[in-house]
């Protein structure tokens, strides 16, 4: 199992932003370009419903955004994580006030959905780069066992199921969110 297919390991970073874009997206990681999976049903529902439940609360207030397969180059990395969330201070903006097309920086929060093809730590380490360069919370979800690993600075990583309460943000108030709620978004029935 690969996280995706490795596509190159002969560019740098600025010749990789140079490529045109791939769909799926591909990503600089490590010195490596690597294009991500396709999402499936799953994958797609999980993200659909985070970016929702994310910007209904924090966009209305402009406290949080999430955005679905945004690009975010920093720290000699290129990646696209499945969501990004930016506290709404940091969003970039063009001088017009309107937003940046290049975010060159690391999201606040980063969440990361298992794809069945895709190798866990390969994802967790995207998760790991973007704490150790200023994000403040990450999401590994996992719909197999619907658990969610949880990263934090300067903590370990935590495992939260069921009725666990998940952290978010500190921007976005007493808003709390299940790990039952995320995985509730699977059952059509």
């Known amino acids: ?9 002969n560019f740098s970073l600025e010749d990789f932003l140079k490529l045109p874009e791939t769909q799926p997206a591909s990503q600089y ?8 999976p396709m999402p499936q049903g799953e994958h797609s529902t999980l993200q659909s419903f ?10 209305p207030q402009k406290l949080a955004y999430a955005f679905p397969e945004l690009r975010c180059t920093f720290g000699g990395m290129s990646l696209v ?12 903006l063009r001088q017009n006030g309107r937003i940046a097309n290049k975010f060159e920086i690391p999201p606040d929060w980063i ?10 730590n390969r994802v967790i380490r995207k998760i790991t780069f973007s704490i150790q360069n200023g994000a403040k919370l990450g999401w590994f979800l996992d719909s197999d066992d619907e658990s ?9 990583p ?3 199921q069921g009725k666990d309460i998940l952290p978010v943000l500190s921007v976005l108030g007493n808003w709390q969110l299940s ?5 509730g978004c699977l059952s059509f029935s």
């Open 1 to 9: 199992m690969t996280l995706s297919s490795h596509l190159s390991s």
């Open 29 to 36: 990681i490590d010195s490596q370009i690597y294009q991500k």
């Open 50 to 59: 985070l970016v929702t439940s994310i910007n209904e609360i924090g966009k």
């Open 81 to 92: 994580p499945d969501v990004a969330i930016f506290e709404w201070s940091r969003i970039p």
């Open 111 to 120: 969440i990361e959905v298992l794809s069945p093809e895709q190798s866990a």
């Open 148 to 156: 969610i690993m949880v990263f934090q600075p300067n903590q370990l």
């Open 158 to 160: 935590e495992i939260k």
């Open 179 to 183: 790990v039952e709620d995320v995985f």
